[in-house]
């Protein structure tokens, strides 16, 4: 079992469709959690992150954290082309010397 | 807040030279700066742990003394990849930790160095 699983996609999705993008993780220690936009042929961009259990918002974008089934989701309302990227998705824990390990990624296309 | 620069943007060097490449954190101070390398369509490979002051932490596998790696001060890490060869082709990437109020660090990711051996 990976330690950080997402589903590879892509995902497509409609323009102003909301995407919802989903990490599994099997680290219970696991204590921060980070989505990060990954443009092709650049670096990763940090677009979320969330350490409390429940849904914190920030503009378009949700994160959604149940550490009990070790659930991280990504939810981005009114899609725009712009959002089509990889998302990473990464999970750290304390005593982990701040090292994060990410997921594969997953991709997501926004269709005109 | 919480920028990452990196330099060079873009390397082209012959096979069996050294190549140096700088991270900075330009408005905070980074105890530690990670260094990750990504291939084509694959995700990223943690390479080291960069620490203020002492020597780095490499991932299993890579070669310590083929990626130098320098963290001279709370700003600056280095990377040097000695006697490049051509299967060192790839995009180097580099993060910064700034402190998160609370919690665990949160890592800011430099603008990368795709680099091309000849």
């Known amino acids: 079992q990976k330690e950080v699983e997402q589903n590879s996609g892509p995902l497509s999705v409609p323009e102003g469709a909301i995407a919802s993008l989903n990490c599994t993780y099997s680290?219970?220690?696991?204590?921060?959690f980070f989505w990060y936009r990954q443009y092709s042929g650049k670096s990763p961009e940090l677009i979320m992150s969330i350490y409390s259990n429940g849904d914190k918002e920030d503009g378009r974008f949700t994160a959604q954290l149940n550490k009990a089934s070790q659930y991280v989701s990504l939810l981005i309302r009114d899609s725009q082309p712009s959002d089509s990227a990889t998302y990473l998705c990464?999970?750290?824990?304390w005593g982990g010397g701040n090292k994060l390990t990410f997921g594969t990624g997953t991709q997501l296309k926004v269709e005109l | 807040g919480a920028v990452v620069s990196q330099h060079p943007s873009r390397v082209i060097c012959k096979s069996g030279t050294s190549v140096k490449i700088e991270c900075r954190s330009l408005d905070f101070q980074a105890t530690t700066m990670f260094w990750y390398r990504q291939f084509p369509k694959k995700s990223l490979m943690l390479m080291a742990t960069s620490n203020e002051g002492s020597k780095a932490t490499y991932e299993q596998g890579v070669e310590k003394d083929k990626f130098l790696i320098n963290h001279a001060s709370l700003t600056l890490s280095t990377l040097t990849v000695t006697s490049a060869h051509p299967e060192d082709s790839s995009f180097y990437i580099c993060s910064a930790s700034a402190p998160t109020s609370g919690s665990t660090d949160t890592q800011y990711f430099g603008p990368g160095t795709r680099l091309t051996v000849l």
């Open positions: 680290d219970r220690g696991s204590q921060s």
């Open positions: 990464a999970v750290n824990r």
